[in-house]
């Protein structure tokens, strides 16, 4: 959903991270500095081998996170201390650059858990050491997150044309993603496709995420622009003066694009063998924390808004907790298992973006038993 790269190992780093690459040599790579390693000692909160082993007993563990709604659930284990009530040790979550890097942490064993594009996660397993591979314990959304914001200066269809339309008045403009090769621009390739087009009848332009987004809209240098996250997407437009011009999860999208389980919750398969129960309080806290939304839903609001939209968007955030009790928590399983038929659904897909190869993805071994719906 936030990172996706089209063809082999994303940033072609990640088999470098299997050869002795310095966790600090890393952390410096991803972005995240000396400021972060040297604040109350970044990897010191890092899990791994050094956490108890004991049931009940507290254990450190790293959590990767961004703002926005498909990191919500870990922002309000962070803001309740619901992690310490499930004997976790999480002071801060850390914030990588991109999903990309968040993985590279993980594989290093720098971060122990991560919930994340669900492509991503099966092109890093892929083209990972065993061992250190990511592997999928859960799914926290199993509908698409992306939609497509037109800007203020274009005619757009209206909001009950076809998709086949409002995919067509995209034709000669120029569509922002958040990097080429990443989920937006792999979904917008899909969507152009199954309307019949080419990749050619748009120029696709790398921007960055949502704060780069929009002033490049304001700016005219897009026409429109691939959000990542729901409430991103109506941030935007929001922002921008702009037009939604696609929501790829409303009925008229095709199944294809619609029937997508973008958020997928990862840890490093080591962990998952090693300490099965950890990994599972963390599932629990996870569970907890989706509770919490249906049970205090003016709080979750304002928690969303703070956190993942700068407090300027308190219309947009009570309308995501509206969405996510209706639409998105009555899908998933408890603990947020993950079914076959959904995991192979998602590795068609990585197949078809050509994230990884055939037969690279098999549901045994990306999924722990204990994960397994």
């Given amino acids: 959903m936030f990172e996706s790269q089209n063809g082999g190992l994303p940033l072609g780093g990640l088999r470098a991270l299997n050869n002795g690459v310095s966790r600090r040599s890393l952390l410096r790579y991803a972005g995240l500095g000396a400021a972060a390693f040297g ?18 007993a507290t254990h450190k563990f790293a959590v990767a996170a961004f703002p926005g ?18 004997q976790l040790e999480v002071p801060k979550h850390i914030t990588p650059q991109s999903g990309v890097q968040a993985f590279q942490l993980l594989v290093a064993g720098a971060v122990d858990g991560y919930a994340a594009d669900t492509g991503l996660l099966m092109a890093t397993h892929a083209n990972s ?19 497509i914001v037109g800007g203020p200066d274009s005619q757009w269809p209206a909001a009950d044309a076809s998709f086949e339309e409002k995919m067509h008045s995209l034709k000669g403009k120029m569509i922002g993603v958040t990097a080429v090769g ?22 696709v332009l790398a921007v960055g995420p949502t704060a780069q987004a929009i002033p490049n809209i304001k700016a005219k240098r897009i026409d429109a622009y691939v959000g990542v996250q729901w409430t991103a997407t109506r941030f935007i437009a929001k922002e ?73 968007a308190p219309e947009i955030a009570t309308e995501y907790v509206k969405h996510y009790g209706a639409d998105v928590q009555p899908k998933l399983s408890p603990l947020f298992k993950a079914t076959k038929e959904t995991v192979e659904n998602m590795a068609e897909l990585a197949l078809r973006f050509g994230s990884v190869k055939k037969g690279n993805i098999t549901y045994e071994q990306l999924v722990p038993e204990f994960a397994r719906a």
């Avoid at 990897?43 to 009940?56: F, H, R």
């Avoid at 050491?129 to 999928?136: C, D, E, H, I, N």
């Fill in 182 to 203: 990443a989920g937006g621009d792999l979904q917008l390739r899909l969507a152009l496709e199954l309307a019949g087009m080419k990749a050619g009848d748009v120029t």
């Fill in 39 to 56: 604040s109350a000692s970044l990897l010191a909160a890092c899990g791994g081998k050094d956490a108890p082993a004991a049931l009940g």
């Fill in 69 to 86: 709604d498909a990191y919500f659930l870990d922002t309000i284990n962070l803001e309740n201390k619901i992690y310490a009530q499930h």
């Fill in 240 to 312: 921008t003066a702009g037009t939604i011009l696609l929501d790829f999860a409303e009925a008229s999208a095709p199944e294809l694009l619609r029937n997508q389980a973008v958020v997928a919750i990862a840890v490093r398969e080591e962990t998952a063998q090693q300490q099965p129960e950890v990994v599972q309080s963390w599932l629990a806290a996870q569970e907890a924390a989706s509770k919490w939304v249906g049970e205090n839903t003016e709080a979750a609001a304002k928690l969303l808004n703070d956190n993942g939209l700068g407090g300027n």
């Fill in 129 to 147: 050491s065993k061992g250190k591979r990511p592997v999928l314990v859960g799914f926290r959304n199993l509908e698409t997150t992306y939609g």
